[in-house]
């Protein structure tokens, strides 16, 4: 059985592993997730996040052989975490993430995407933006109507420096075995970027989920179990 550190995306928070943390725990594993610093109840000032302190938050979190999974933007603070330290990351998986290029900021990769579903919906105030909740289809269209709305009502603002913010890539983290999970229904990050950013992993190592951008709520017993294979495979 194995260990889970469960990692956010914008505007999210640990919240959002709701359903998935118990659905992790019925097949034997365990896992937990935290709030990066300035989202969720973290009380860290938004104007000071940095993709550093996003790492450091990670690595503290990492007390035993753990395989951390991070969600959207989620895939960067993930893999500077890795460079920071990889003692005791036992593998790296993008949901539906950005796998970053080396040089690039999560912003630069947004952008270069083949189509910008989110840009209609960013909101930008001073140092952060939110989402434009009546557009919360891009997130949450397969999920029950109740969740989306408790979602929605936990969303916080996301700081825009650590997104900003470019990664340099080194053997620290490369080494680490990564995964990639696709979710063909993506209406936030589109799915064919999906595949993209999944280029050169080994055979075995992407694998695709019927979801939203938001299978942790959607669907979180098959998201478990895909994360449980991942675990088997290691």
């Not at 990692?7 to 592993?17: E, K, L, P, T, V």
């Not at 938004?46 to 302190?53: M, N, P, Q, S, Y």
């Not at 949450?140 to 929605?152: F, G, K, Q, R």
């Not at 989920?209 to 895909?226: C, D, Q």
């Given at each position: 059985?194995a260990?889970?550190?469960?990692i956010?995306g914008?505007c999210?928070g640990?919240?959002?592993?709701r359903?998935?943390i118990?659905a992790?725990?019925a097949l ?7 709030d990066?610093?300035?989202h ?8 000071g996040?940095?993709?550093e ?7 503290a979190?990492?007390d035993r ?7 959207s933007?989620?895939?960067?603070p993930?893999?500077?975490?890795a460079e920071l ?10 949901l539906?993430?950005y796998?970053?290029?080396s040089?690039?900021s999560?912003?630069d ?11 209609p919906?960013i909101?930008?105030?001073?140092a952060v933006f939110?989402?434009d ?19 929605l009502a ?13 990664l340099?890539?080194t ?7 990564q995964?990639y999970?696709?979710?063909a229904?993506?209406?936030a990050?589109?799915?064919d970027?999906?595949?993209?950013m999944?280029?050169?992993l080994p055979d075995?190592?992407l694998?695709h ?6 299978p942790?709520?959607?669907m979180p017993?098959?998201?478990?179990a895909?994360l ?6 290691l």
């Amino acid at each position: 059985m194995a260990h889970f550190l469960l990692i956010h995306g914008s505007c999210h928070g640990a919240w959002c592993w709701r359903d998935t943390i118990p659905a992790l725990e019925a097949l034997g594993h365990t896992a937990h997730a935290i709030d990066l610093p300035g989202h969720g109840a973290d009380p860290t000032p938004r104007d000071g996040v940095t993709l550093e302190a996003y790492a450091r938050a990670i690595r503290a979190a990492v007390d035993r052989p753990t395989i951390i999974v991070g969600h959207s933007m989620g895939g960067y603070p993930i893999t500077a975490a890795a460079e920071l330290d990889p003692a005791n990351i036992a593998a790296l998986v993008y949901l539906c993430a950005y796998r970053p290029v080396s040089g690039l900021s999560l912003g630069d990769m947004r952008r270069a995407g083949p189509r910008q579903p989110l840009r209609p919906a960013i909101r930008v105030e001073g140092a952060v933006f939110t989402f434009d909740p009546a557009m919360w289809g891009l997130f949450y269209h397969d999920c029950p109507a109740e969740t989306v709305a408790w979602a929605l009502a936990q969303q916080t603002p996301q700081p825009i420096v650590p997104q900003e913010t470019a990664l340099e890539l080194t053997e620290r983290s490369q080494a680490v075995p990564q995964f990639y999970i696709r979710c063909a229904d993506d209406r936030a990050i589109p799915p064919d970027y999906q595949l993209t950013m999944a280029e050169g992993l080994p055979d075995g190592r992407l694998s695709h989920l019927a979801a939203s951008h938001s299978p942790f709520l959607s669907m979180p017993g098959e998201l478990a179990a895909r994360l449980g294979g991942i675990a088997a495979a290691l």
